[in-house]
């Protein structure tokens, strides 16, 4: 008898696992914010690039599913296939209302940057490949400062600003990063300032500290520095959020992240502006009060590794045109002993230190893919597609060169070449997912 | 504002905005010429304000109930999947909180932080590389940084208790070098490449020597091909014993003619001169390498010899010659690389054999690996590989290669010899400077191998 009830109780506690958390009903409205939450870096590759991947394979609903051609759509659109508001993930801007390129300028605002004046740097990052600090400037706002690689001069905090701008036009919700120049004797150390040594512990902040993060980043001919400054978000940080499931302690989020239009159709406007590093760990939730309630709002940060910036380097040419372990890519190779050419290997690198490596002419609009699998594009139909594709089309040449002019970047032809390279990617989008469909609002199947 | 009345705004923008669409400044083309249809839902209107443009504070949509991440006939399917795969689930929960709580305490950085700093204190630490079937091994090396670089010293061992001991000083040109090599678990077959498998010996040495060597690279700067002519002269000792395997038959019983036991004192001294010119990332993909050398083994003086032999050595020359070219097509480069090896020793005594250690050797990483290591000893060896290196994705290469050859009394022999044939292919992960390893496998009539080498692919 007890040997029939362990086994039943077995049973069940198998199907209550295997059924998983997706069952769970809300936690219920509350005052309070959910739990902060992390995601392994490493993990979430390995995940990503090899344990999901084989279980998407194996998985008999998604083959019945392919077989049958018949996909999940997303979740939380309307009859007319647009996202149902209000979205605390996105909110309908070029697309949906006239923006001016001077909005798309001042982006989520105020698009001013850090006061100018003293500033004083409260913290600072020594580790890693990528040195920074956090500022409080005279008017109390608190910013992170970032810096370009020594031999990319202007890239990745271009791409940082640039992308982010873009992005809040598309609708979601993103930082206020603005390009800056300052000079050494503008910076003060807080007395509370401390930095994380290479070890990772942490420590007061000294000039010696300070002058040795400098030294690890380009000086301008008049001996100012170059940054780009993202001010940091007002509200409770809860950690990244995840490109799958929900936070289940979050009694507004009860749409399967996975199933969501807003994160489904960011394909297209990535693969748009190469944001090749569209990942869990690129987010964040915050805990804001605001209009008289609190509540989770998800932002996209960290847009350093878009258009042609790696963050440390130029993207190399396969990015977008290969996962970091792209299984379909692998088997082509085998079976035709690497004599299948890819097509990035006609691309032309444009030769701009500024820029990195993004072209528009071999750009493929039906293929781009992330450094490794993202859960929502792995979900993405037609329609969400589509739905990316129209906001991505909503952008004027006025619109792309108001957000490139805000790289500064002190050659024109960088300036050019990345408003022509967003054009053509536009385009070539357009072209691929638009081409069929009569209008905006009409639904339609996939 | 409520969610209908923002949703009917939404709507209604957008109806508006629909005849103003198709007045973009640049008409899309696609590229191949063809025209498309552009459906956009900007509203040509007044700009919105910033705060139609500002994120929401409204209450989100929502459905009444959470959905589910899968309808109830999907989690049906999954389910004895799900169930099967439990195990695995939970090591995945495991590894997915250790590695967060590995990246929250800066191991990994730290770790970085400590390998990147022992170059530079002077202490090297990397796999060793003893060669084949010689087990998981280490490498300490220490290199003083106050001498810069004058004084290196380094030890490798495994857990097949193979060891090798290197101390060298060197000024410029010229440099002096001590080496031990103990080497417990060898293999020999019999001699010529008609021994059998099932006549395993197993022999050990033990080798010491002292060697003054003056190196000199001509154009290295000049943009010239780079050229560089090594000398050495020094003593050499070696002792072959019995291998030191329980369970396969001693040298000196399977093959008493050639058997250790027996301390050989060499005076050794020779020449060589190498040219290359290899070139390409990441792997070598397009020019040629030459290696020319010759080596003489004689009986030293009683003043340098390094201990005292109890017989006198054989005498000999060594002579050998490497050559390798590459050609490679298309941007991620697809190489197609050639190499061949020559070995010709000579007796100064026609008819006598070299010790066991001295002989050329073939099998593993020597030449023909899809033999096992030492499978095929004599007097001389020739060997040639063809490799094909093509890219498998970002940061995968494939080497496919054949190898063929032979070890022979004398080099006429090759002429009438049937070449011995070994296949195989490799996984090579890389980044975009270099292979950063391999995943071999490799195959032949008597045997397949399967290695891997960490580091020292190229």
């Given at each position: 008898?007890?040997?029939?009830?362990?086994?039943?109780?077995?049973?069940?506690?198998?199907?209550?696992?295997?059924?998983?958390?997706?069952?769970?009903?809300?936690?219920?409205?509350?005052?309070?914010?959910?739990?902060?939450t992390?995601?392994?870096?490493?993990?979430?590759?390995?995940?990503?690039?090899?344990f999901?991947?084989?279980?998407?394979?194996?998985?008999?609903?998604?083959?019945?599913?392919?077989?049958?051609?018949?996909?999940?759509?997303?979740?939380?659109?309307?009859?007319?296939?647009?996202?149902?508001?209000?979205?605390?993930?996105?909110?309908?801007?070029?697309?949906?209302?006239?923006?001016?390129?001077?909005?798309?300028?001042?982006?989520?605002?105020?698009?001013?940057?850090?006061?100018?004046?003293?500033?004083?740097?409260?913290?600072a990052?020594?580790?890693?490949?990528?040195?920074?600090?956090?500022?409080?400037?005279q008017?109390?706002?608190?910013?992170?400062?970032?810096?370009?690689?020594?031999?990319?001069?202007?890239?990745?905090?271009?791409a940082?600003?640039v992308?982010?701008?873009?992005?809040?036009?598309?609708?979601?919700?993103?930082?206020?990063?603005?390009?800056?120049?300052?000079?050494?004797?503008?910076?003060?150390?807080?007395?509370?300032?401390?930095?994380?040594?290479?070890?990772?512990r942490k420590?007061?902040?000294?000039?010696?500290?300070?002058?040795?993060?400098?030294?690890?980043?380009?000086?301008?001919?008049?001996?100012?520095?170059?940054?780009m400054?993202?001010?940091?978000?007002?509200?409770?940080?809860l950690?990244?959020?995840?490109?799958?499931?929900?936070?289940?302690?979050?009694?507004?989020?009860?749409?399967?992240?996975?199933?969501r239009?807003?994160?489904?159709?960011?394909?297209?406007?990535?693969?748009?502006?190469?944001?090749?590093?569209?990942?869990?760990?690129?987010?964040l939730?915050l805990w804001?009060?605001?209009?008289?309630?609190?509540?989770?709002?998800?932002?996209?940060?960290?847009?350093?590794?878009c258009?042609?910036?790696?963050?440390?380097?130029?993207?190399?040419?396969?990015?977008?045109?290969?996962?970091?372990?792209?299984?379909?890519v692998?088997?082509?190779?085998?079976?035709?002993?690497?004599?299948?050419?890819?097509g990035?290997?006609?691309?032309?690198?444009?030769?701009?230190?500024?820029?990195?490596?993004?072209e528009?002419?071999d750009?493929?609009?039906?293929?781009?893919?992330?450094?490794y699998?993202?859960?929502?594009?792995?979900?993405r139909?037609?329609?969400?597609?589509?739905?990316?594709?129209?906001?991505?089309?909503?952008?004027?040449?006025?619109?792309?060169?108001a957000?490139?002019?805000?790289?500064?970047?002190?050659?024109?032809?960088?300036?050019?070449?990345?408003?022509?390279?967003l054009?053509q990617?536009?385009?070539?989008?357009m072209?691929?997912?638009?081409?069929?469909?009569?209008?905006?609002?009409?639904?339609?199947?996939? | 504002?409520?969610?209908?009345a923002?949703?009917?705004?939404?709507?209604?923008?957008?109806l508006?905005?629909?005849?103003?669409?198709?007045?973009?400044?640049d008409?899309?083309?696609?590229?191949?010429?063809?025209?498309?249809?552009?459906?956009?839902a900007?509203?040509?209107?007044a700009?919105?304000t910033?705060?139609?443009?500002?994120?929401?504070?409204?209450?989100?949509?929502?459905?009444?109930?959470?959905?589910?991440?899968?309808?109830?006939?999907?989690?049906?399917?999954?389910l004895?999947?799900?169930?099967?795969?439990?195990?695995?689930?939970?090591?995945?929960?495991?590894?997915?909180?250790?590695?967060?709580?590995?990246?929250?305490?800066?191991l990994?950085?730290?770790?970085?932080?400590?390998?990147?700093?022992?170059p530079?204190?002077?202490?090297?630490?990397?796999?060793?590389?003893?060669?084949?079937?010689?087990?998981?091994?280490?490498?300490?090396?220490?290199t003083?940084?106050?001498?810069?670089?004058?004084?290196?010293?380094?030890?490798?061992?495994?857990?097949?208790?193979?060891?090798?001991?290197?101390?060298?000083?060197?000024q410029?040109?010229?440099?002096?070098?001590?080496?031990?090599?103990w080497?417990?678990?060898?293999?020999?077959y019999?001699?010529?490449?008609?021994?059998?498998?099932?006549?395993?010996?197993?022999?050990?040495?033990?080798?010491?020597?002292?060697?003054l060597?003056?190196?000199?690279?001509?154009a290295?700067?000049?943009?010239?091909?780079?050229?560089?002519v090594?000398?050495?002269?020094?003593?050499?000792?070696?002792?072959v014993?019995?291998?030191?395997?329980?369970?396969?038959?001693?040298?000196?019983?399977?093959?008493?003619?050639v058997?250790?036991?027996v301390?050989?004192?060499?005076?050794?001294?020779?020449?060589?001169?190498?040219?290359?010119?290899?070139?390409?990332?990441?792997?070598?993909?397009?020019?040629?390498?030459?290696?020319?050398?010759?080596?003489?083994?004689?009986s030293?003086?009683?003043?340098?010899?390094?201990?005292?032999?109890?017989?006198?050595?054989?005498?000999?020359?060594?002579w050998?010659?490497?050559?390798?070219?590459?050609?490679?097509?298309?941007?991620?480069?697809?190489?197609?690389?050639?190499?061949?090896?020559?070995?010709?020793?000579?007796?100064?005594?026609?008819?006598?054999?070299?010790?066991?250690?001295?002989?050329?050797?073939?099998?593993?990483?020597?030449?023909?690996?899809?033999?096992?290591p030492?499978?095929?000893?004599?007097m001389?060896?020739?060997?040639?590989?063809?490799?094909?290196?093509?890219?498998?994705?970002?940061?995968?290469?494939?080497?496919?290669?054949?190898?063929?050859?032979?070890?022979?009394?004398?080099?006429?022999?090759?002429?009438?010899?049937?070449?011995?044939?070994?296949?195989?292919?490799?996984?090579?992960p890389?980044?975009?400077?270099a292979?950063?390893?391999?995943?071999?496998?490799?195959?032949?009539?008597?045997?397949?191998?399967?290695?891997?080498?960490?580091?020292?692919?190229?």
């Amino acid at each position: 008898m007890i040997h029939r009830i362990g086994a039943a109780c077995t049973f069940a506690w198998c199907v209550t696992i295997a059924l998983g958390p997706s069952t769970a009903q809300s936690a219920g409205s509350r005052h309070v914010p959910p739990r902060t939450t992390d995601i392994s870096y490493y993990y979430d590759l390995a995940d990503n690039s090899v344990f999901r991947p084989i279980t998407r394979v194996t998985d008999p609903a998604l083959g019945i599913r392919k077989l049958m051609r018949h996909p999940r759509q997303a979740l939380n659109v309307d009859e007319h296939d647009q996202v149902r508001l209000p979205s605390t993930w996105w909110q309908p801007r070029l697309g949906y209302r006239t923006v001016t390129p001077q909005q798309i300028k001042t982006g989520p605002g105020p698009g001013t940057g850090p006061v100018a004046g003293r500033w004083k740097v409260t913290r600072a990052k020594t580790q890693g490949v990528t040195p920074g600090f956090f500022i409080k400037d005279q008017a109390g706002e608190s910013f992170i400062i970032k810096f370009d690689p020594p031999r990319q001069a202007e890239m990745a905090t271009a791409a940082d600003v640039v992308a982010s701008h873009l992005f809040w036009a598309a609708g979601y919700n993103v930082p206020d990063n603005s390009i800056v120049r300052f000079q050494r004797e503008d910076l003060d150390i807080a007395t509370d300032g401390t930095f994380t040594d290479e070890l990772g512990r942490k420590q007061p902040l000294t000039q010696e500290v300070l002058d040795r993060v400098l030294s690890r980043v380009a000086q301008n001919v008049d001996g100012s520095y170059r940054g780009m400054a993202s001010r940091l978000l007002k509200g409770k940080p809860l950690g990244p959020f995840e490109y799958r499931g929900r936070r289940t302690d979050d009694p507004e989020d009860l749409v399967p992240h996975e199933h969501r239009r807003e994160l489904r159709g960011m394909w297209p406007i990535c693969a748009w502006v190469n944001h090749a590093d569209c990942r869990g760990p690129n987010s964040l939730d915050l805990w804001v009060t605001a209009g008289g309630r609190s509540f989770v709002r998800h932002h996209l940060i960290d847009f350093g590794s878009c258009l042609g910036s790696a963050a440390v380097a130029a993207r190399s040419p396969q990015t977008g045109s290969e996962y970091f372990v792209d299984y379909g890519v692998i088997a082509r190779s085998l079976l035709t002993l690497g004599l299948a050419r890819s097509g990035w290997e006609e691309t032309v690198d444009p030769e701009l230190p500024s820029i990195g490596f993004i072209e528009g002419f071999d750009f493929d609009p039906g293929s781009w893919r992330p450094d490794y699998p993202n859960p929502a594009f792995d979900e993405r139909t037609t329609r969400d597609i589509v739905w990316g594709t129209r906001i991505v089309a909503a952008f004027t040449e006025e619109h792309i060169r108001a957000a490139v002019e805000l790289a500064h970047y002190t050659d024109p032809r960088a300036t050019e070449y990345l408003v022509q390279v967003l054009i053509q990617r536009r385009n070539l989008l357009m072209s691929r997912w638009l081409s069929t469909t009569p209008t905006a609002t009409a639904p339609f199947e996939p | 504002m409520t969610r209908n009345a923002l949703l009917a705004g939404a709507l209604v923008g957008a109806l508006l905005a629909a005849p103003a669409l198709g007045s973009m400044p640049d008409t899309p083309v696609a590229r191949g010429g063809a025209p498309f249809i552009v459906a956009l839902a900007d509203t040509g209107g007044a700009a919105a304000t910033s705060r139609d443009l500002g994120p929401t504070t409204a209450p989100p949509w929502n459905p009444p109930h959470a959905v589910p991440s899968a309808e109830p006939w999907e989690q049906a399917a999954r389910l004895p999947g799900r169930v099967v795969s439990l195990p695995l689930s939970l090591l995945g929960s495991l590894t997915r909180h250790g590695l967060l709580s590995m990246e929250e305490k800066h191991l990994v950085p730290r770790t970085v932080v400590i390998v990147a700093a022992l170059p530079r204190l002077g202490i090297i630490v990397t796999p060793a590389s003893l060669g084949d079937r010689t087990g998981l091994g280490g490498r300490f090396g220490l290199t003083p940084p106050f001498l810069k670089r004058a004084l290196e010293a380094e030890w490798s061992g495994s857990t097949r208790h193979y060891s090798r001991t290197r101390v060298r000083a060197s000024q410029g040109a010229l440099s002096l070098e001590y080496g031990y090599d103990w080497r417990p678990e060898e293999r020999f077959y019999g001699l010529s490449d008609g021994s059998s498998q099932k006549d395993t010996a197993s022999f050990a040495t033990q080798t010491t020597f002292v060697r003054l060597g003056l190196a000199y690279r001509f154009a290295a700067e000049t943009g010239h091909v780079p050229l560089e002519v090594r000398a050495w002269i020094g003593p050499r000792s070696q002792v072959v014993r019995d291998g030191r395997e329980d369970h396969v038959t001693p040298l000196s019983v399977g093959f008493p003619s050639v058997s250790g036991g027996v301390r050989q004192e060499h005076l050794v001294y020779g020449v060589s001169l190498e040219a290359d010119a290899r070139r390409g990332r990441p792997h070598w993909s397009r020019g040629a390498r030459a290696e020319l050398s010759v080596e003489q083994f004689t009986s030293p003086t009683r003043l340098l010899a390094l201990n005292d032999g109890s017989m006198a050595p054989v005498q000999f020359t060594r002579w050998g010659a490497k050559a390798e070219a590459g050609i490679s097509f298309w941007r991620d480069p697809r190489t197609i690389r050639f190499a061949g090896r020559i070995v010709n020793q000579v007796a100064d005594v026609a008819g006598q054999t070299l010790a066991v250690a001295d002989l050329a050797q073939l099998g593993g990483s020597q030449g023909l690996a899809g033999y096992e290591p030492g499978r095929f000893h004599d007097m001389d060896l020739m060997v040639g590989k063809v490799s094909y290196i093509f890219p498998l994705a970002q940061h995968y290469e494939f080497d496919i290669h054949a190898e063929a050859g032979g070890v022979f009394e004398t080099l006429r022999d090759a002429h009438d010899a049937t070449p011995k044939t070994s296949y195989g292919v490799a996984l090579r992960p890389r980044t975009a400077l270099a292979p950063l390893g391999s995943i071999n496998l490799d195959w032949s009539r008597e045997s397949v191998r399967f290695g891997f080498h960490l580091g020292g692919v190229e």
